[in-house]
């Protein structure tokens, strides 16, 4: 998708992440989730979808793509992805408020003691702006499990976890 105005960083920023699914796979690579079945399985995407979306991610520096032990492949946020953290929070804060009465479906908080965290990423409990690795998150009182599929990959991310906290098989 192309969008007209070249000179709007909006713009620019949709050329990048405004796709469909492409917002849910750096959801999801927040959550853990590192390598391309496992996207799948989650996401319920259609393969090839999920290969251009990755794709894109990657030659846009938004995720990177390792080998690791055993020649596997996983993908990683860099430091650009992220970047989108704020995005990412902002869009569920929005989601919650429009579409979830019972309250947020997820909540952050940080980890080291178990403040919840505002929309600008502070620390209830101790006022500090809390880096990615040291976000918690978890089931909020809007989180209806009966909605979320039986897999494994979705069984690991709707429990409390620490955002980026690789998924293994």
Not at 44 to 51: D, E, F, K, S
Request: hydrophobic content about 40%; overall charge neutral; proline content about 8%.
């Amino acid at each position: 998708m192309a969008y007209a105005d070249g000179n709007c960083s909006l713009a620019r920023a949709l050329e990048v992440v405004g796709e469909r699914w492409t917002l849910l796979i750096v959801r999801d690579a927040f959550f853990g989730v590192r390598r391309f079945g496992d996207f799948a399985t989650q996401l319920n995407v259609p393969r090839a979808v999920l290969t251009n979306r990755l794709k894109r991610l990657v030659d846009e520096g938004v995720l990177s793509r390792e080998r690791v032990v055993g020649g596997a492949v996983e993908y990683q946020l860099t430091e650009d992805g992220l970047a989108l953290l704020p995005v990412i929070r902002a869009l569920m804060a929005w989601g919650d408020a429009h579409s979830s009465p019972a309250g947020p479906r997820r909540v952050m908080r940080h980890d080291a003691d178990d403040g919840l965290l505002d929309d600008q990423g502070r620390c209830s409990a101790c006022g500090g702006r809390v880096s990615v690795p040291e976000i918690r998150i978890e089931p909020g009182p809007g989180f209806d499990p009966s909605r979320t599929p039986a897999d494994p990959v979705s069984e690991v991310i709707n429990g409390p976890r620490r955002l980026l906290e690789p998924i293994r098989p």
